[in-house]
């Protein structure tokens, strides 16, 4: 800070005596203490900023007027009240406000005038701290009561000062998790925590890079990295505990530090790399105790995303692989079976598994949306609603109530057999081949059932290729029949909504895979077709799709439909 030294004192109406004070290095003898202390600060200030009566001014201005400027400091004198009344302590508060430019450094003689004054230019300093970048750099205090063989020491009480700064830090941090201020003064290595040894100064400077990651990492939804951060900073609070040369004030103030991140901590002791960490109960409780403390502050946003996160690694803690629990394909597998319960569970078809599980991820949902997408919605969104915070609430005790339930199983629950959904045309050889076709990659079961898209003109030529086939007859599932296969796409918006779409999701999901053959019929059968096999996806149904592929022309297709041709996979995903 390069702003304007200054020195604030005040004077009361009394003929003060010559007295000796010593301060720092040097020995003044004055009237007035302000005088002792510019002499011993270094460097000193550029002026002394004197708040007096009227009265006072009279007894005292041109004298100490004329001491200061002898040391090359000039005197700004400020008129004020005696502070009797709330009204005059404004003035004086206002006064000081004025007097003192932005990010000016302070040093504040507490010695004279009336007692109460000392209290208003601290609480006004601590103030224009926050507001303009005032730093106090010192309190001081003539104990002339104190006196010893005529010399009367002035005190340094610049620690009081420091308390303050680290109190409300401190609470700041408690009510925020944010410990960047507490950090700073960590850094600063204040005066009343530490009398100062080379191995304290290291666990304060590591505690203070502890605490800047903790922030950095909990304000960014990051738990398993704010953990580690939280960890590392408690193990060096209890080293700098284990000290001997530390104040009691730092003591209780470590001390606090240590029980806030416990909270937060991941429970494993020394250094603990990412990877290696397994998934366990523990673990499990303190990523909700972060939810919890998101919430205490009426965090939405980062409650719901941490706990779409835990719920997704309670699955796999239930259900799934506790020591490689952070790989992405364990993660994705896990989030993609939520995901089909939830909706199972919209579309009115779940287990209860799927209904414990799925409500879960609807509730977090709910919460986390409007806030994900930063209000650009319609409705109002607003954060200091308790409605909020409290569905994120009951989302997290009902994951405490799965997690500890013996008889909530896996989600889903895998059918039996396989179910083709088919586009038929007016060319059958597509269910034809279907059964009794060449699969390239090798023999494939048949299908135990057939869901067909048809026309009123196609549909009776599925009983016909079905025989024909001579394989097993497989169960035949209602067709769903368009009455305009080429241009009907109202009929398919109807088919892909409400009660229709649930009746044949219904049906799909009683089978462990569904097979879906992309090519025959007309275009928008086929468009029907790969929105139902999407739908089964949204389920967590397992999808194969197939192409039906015959090399013949189409003359020889038509005059010898029922030759059956090739089967093909195709890739589900590119």
Not at 70 to 80: L, S, W
Not at 179 to 190: M, Q
Not at 303 to 331: M, Q
Not at 412 to 432: K, N, Q
Request: glycine share 8%; with cysteine; charged share 25%.
């Amino acid at each position: 800070m390069t702003g304007e030294h200054i020195l604030v004192t005040s004077l009361g109406v009394t003929d003060y005596s010559e007295t000796a004070y010593r301060f720092a290095t040097s020995t003044t003898k004055t009237r007035y203490v302000c005088h002792a202390i510019a002499m011993g600060l270094v460097p000193r200030p550029a002026r002394v900023l004197l708040f007096a009566t009227e009265d006072a001014q009279e007894c005292h201005r041109d004298r100490l007027t004329a001491e200061l400027q002898e040391i090359g400091v000039r005197t700004d004198v400020r008129t004020v009240p005696t502070g009797a009344t709330p009204a005059e302590i404004d003035k004086i508060v206002e006064a000081l406000v004025e007097a003192v430019p932005a990010e000016s450094r302070v040093s504040l003689d507490i010695t004279l005038g009336f007692r109460h004054l000392p209290l208003i230019y601290f609480a006004t300093l601590a103030y224009l701290g926050a507001a303009k970048g005032v730093a106090l750099t010192g309190i001081y205090y003539g104990a002339f009561e104190a006196s010893d063989r005529g010399i009367t020491p002035i005190l340094d009480l610049t620690g009081l000062a420091d308390i303050m700064r680290w109190l409300d830090a401190l609470g700041t941090a408690r009510a925020t998790a944010d410990y960047r201020e507490v950090a700073k003064l960590i850094g600063a290595a204040v005066k009343p925590l530490l009398t100062g040894d080379a191995p304290a100064k290291q666990l304060l400077s590591d505690i203070g890079r502890n605490l800047t990651q903790f922030t950095a990492r909990s304000r960014n939804g990051l738990p398993v990295e704010s953990g580690i951060a939280a960890g590392c900073a408690t193990r060096n609070l209890e080293a700098f505990l284990a000290l001997t040369n530390v104040s009691s004030l730092a003591r209780r103030g470590a001390a606090s530090l240590r029980e806030d991140l416990n909270r937060y901590a991941l429970s494993t002791p020394g250094p603990l790399a990412k990877e290696t960490l397994l998934l366990d109960r523990a673990e499990l409780d303190r990523q909700l105790a972060i939810v919890g403390g998101y919430c205490e502050r009426h965090d939405v946003l980062l409650a719901s995303l941490v706990l779409r996160e835990t719920i997704v690694s309670a699955y796999i803690f239930k259900h799934g692989d506790c020591r490689n629990w952070l790989e992405a394909k364990n993660r994705m597998g896990a989030e993609r079976a939520l995901s089909a319960a939830s909706y199972r569970l919209q579309q009115g078809i779940a287990s209860e598994a799927d209904r414990r599980w799925g409500d879960l991820l609807q509730e977090v949902g709910s919460a986390r949306n409007a806030y994900a997408h930063a209000g650009m919605r319609p409705m109002r969104v607003e954060p200091e609603n308790p409605g909020d915070v409290a569905r994120v609430r009951n989302a997290a005790t009902k994951l405490w109530e799965v997690i500890d339930s013996q008889d909530i199983g896996p989600v889903g629950g895998i059918g039996v057999g396989r179910i083709a959904i088919v586009p038929l045309g007016l060319s059958p050889g597509v269910v034809y081949t279907l059964l009794c076709g060449a699969w390239i990659h090798g023999e494939a079961p048949r299908p135990d059932a057939l869901l067909c898209v048809c026309s009123e003109n196609s549909r009776r030529l599925l009983d016909e290729a079905i025989d024909r086939s001579g394989s097993p007859r497989p169960s035949v599932v209602e067709p769903i029949v368009l009455r305009d296969p080429y241009a009907g796409v109202g009929e398919i918006e109807a088919h892909l909504k409400g009660d229709r779409l649930r009746s044949y999701t219904g049906v799909c999901a009683q089978y462990e895979e569904i097979v879906v053959c992309e090519t025959g019929g007309t275009t928008l059968m086929g468009f029907l077709v790969e929105r139902l096999a999407q739908a089964c996806e949204r389920l967590g149904l397992r999808v194969r799709r197939i192409a039906v592929i015959d090399k013949r022309s189409p003359e020889e297709q038509r005059a010898a439909p029922y030759v059956a041709g090739e089967i093909h996979d195709l890739p589900n995903e590119l």
